[in-house]
């Protein structure tokens, strides 16, 4: 907040329009949030209509691919398979699977069977088997830029404690994304998650959350789901970010598969289910980017 900006100069944020017309008011209510002691965005975290144009372009591919996913994912099937799914919709439509290579990461998506929380490499060893709830996480590169979600696929048939812990994880999602709008806090999010799963006796990972996404992977802000309302930063319009809880049905306490660096599972080995979207601040509420 700090750039010194002449009124008919252009704006900060790439939209070619001048200062006066664009995000000046915007920047003075921010600046007064900033006063009263809030944590608030900075001019990095917020997207010009172009860029959220090209987001919604890289989004388009990975609901594609998560509906391709969706159609063809069954018992049986090994995660490698979902992997190479997962490779070929997004190339054929133009994008980069954004897992493959990031960090030293070896697949094109991650695929986490039940007590895996995140981050569960494909491998023609594993196969899907009946009962299992696997999370897919996918995310695209389209010209630069990124898209992220996952979903819970449930195989074949489920016993009643893990079908109740996807849904609630869902409904979780639902809970806080209804409290995405400008001028609310990521707490206020972060509140309704964690009280729903709570009520319902389970618990919320601490360490991994959510971050902001788009022109990066990831990118700040970092989104947690504990906190209290009023609470942690501003949400203005032009942010993007992703909301991905992951619930625990036994302990929020975690581990890293010491193997291979990524695989993290509950500490208690219980089940654990995760849906992440990705959602932009609007003018007068929110937009589901991707799912
Ligand atoms: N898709 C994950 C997320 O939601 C990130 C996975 S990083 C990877 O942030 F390298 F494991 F793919
Ligand atoms: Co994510």
Redesign the pocket.
Known sequence: MSIKIGRNDPCWCGSGKKYKVCHEAFDAKIKKYAFMGHQVPSHKMIKNPEQIQKIRESAKINVAVLDYVAEHICVGMSTEEIDRMVYEKTTEMGGIP??LN??G?PKSV?TSINEEV??GIPSPDILLKEGDIVNV?C?TILDGYFS?S?RMFLMGTVDEEKKRLVRVTKECVELGLEQVKPWSFLGDMAYAVNKHATENGYQVVREIGG?GCGLE??EDPWVGYIGKPKTQMLLVPGMIF?I?PMINMGTWRIQTDAQNG?TVRTADGKPSAQW?IQVLVTEDGHEVISW
């Open positions: 954004a897992p990031y960090e990461y991650c995140c981050h996480d995310s992220d996952s971050h992977f990831h992703t991905e990524w992440e």
